[in-house]
């Protein structure tokens, strides 16, 4: 069935460089998704990429897509504090509307 | 836009009650969803309406739990009853359909459910 895993934490320094990596299933998906979720919020876009694509970056942000592998990886250069958040991997399914979400990655930046 | 709004932010209930989310989607959106983030599960898809049809209902846990969409502009979660393990967040989405854009959903802010 339908899967995207992730690790639950990732802690990383202030300045630092983060990666958050994401395994899915799903070989038919179109996009593959990153969602952050603040606390006490619902979950924004953060960024995506297209299934033919290999890398996609986005100011601080780049996407690495394996599709061989079906793994997903965010790293975010010069971590900040404001960057705290859980980060969510998702897929879509198919030629569907529906998402498929990991269990989400806390991320803790710390001074 | 005032995004998708979601009522109420907060319900306290005991085990045994009805009850009932609502949410507003984007207006011109097509697609809404309803999920549910426990620390446990994480985020799980419950269903998803496209022009206000359930598509998907293969996530909703049991029979107590029902969804409507009567028009675009409005759609409820109801659980009746309520159980203790039901107590999560509840996040509806919105989502445009339009050809060569991409899946984004919009969430709202979530109805943080407590059942006694």
């Known amino acids: 069935g339908e899967d995207v895993e992730q690790s639950l934490f990732l802690s990383v320094r202030e300045g630092d460089s983060s990666v958050i990596n994401c395994t899915y299933t799903?070989?038919?998906?179109?996009?593959l998704y990153w969602y952050k979720q603040e606390p006490g919020a619902g979950l924004q876009l953060l960024t995506y990429?297209?299934?033919?694509?290999d890398m996609k970056q986005d100011q601080r942000l780049t996407v690495l897509l394996n599709k061989k592998d079906k793994h997903l990886s965010l790293r975010i250069a010069d971590t900040q504090t404001g960057d705290s958040a859980i980060y969510f991997c998702?897929?879509?399914?198919?030629?569907?509307?529906?998402?498929?979400f990991g269990t989400g990655t806390r991320l803790q930046v710390f001074p | 836009d005032a995004g998708v709004i979601q009522s109420p932010r907060h319900e306290v209930t005991e085990m045994g009650q009805e009850v009932t989310l609502r949410c507003k989607p984007i207006?011109?959106?097509?697609?809404l969803f309803w999920y549910r983030q426990t620390m446990m599960r994480g985020l799980e898809l419950l269903i998803y309406f496209n022009n206000n049809v359930p598509i998907d209902d293969s996530g909703m846990p049991e029979d107590r739990f029902s969804a409507k969409m009567p028009n675009a502009s409005f759609s409820t979660l109801k659980i009746q009853p309520s159980e203790p393990r039901d107590s999560a967040v509840y996040f509806c989405a919105s989502s445009p359909r339009l050809a060569g854009v991409t899946g984004e959903l919009f969430f709202g802010e979530g109805s943080r459910l407590t059942v006694l």
């Open positions: 998702a897929e879509s399914i198919g030629n569907t509307d529906k998402l498929i």
């Open positions: 990429i297209f299934s033919n694509m």
């Open positions: 207006s011109g959106h097509n697609s």
């Open positions: 799903d070989s038919s998906s179109t996009y």
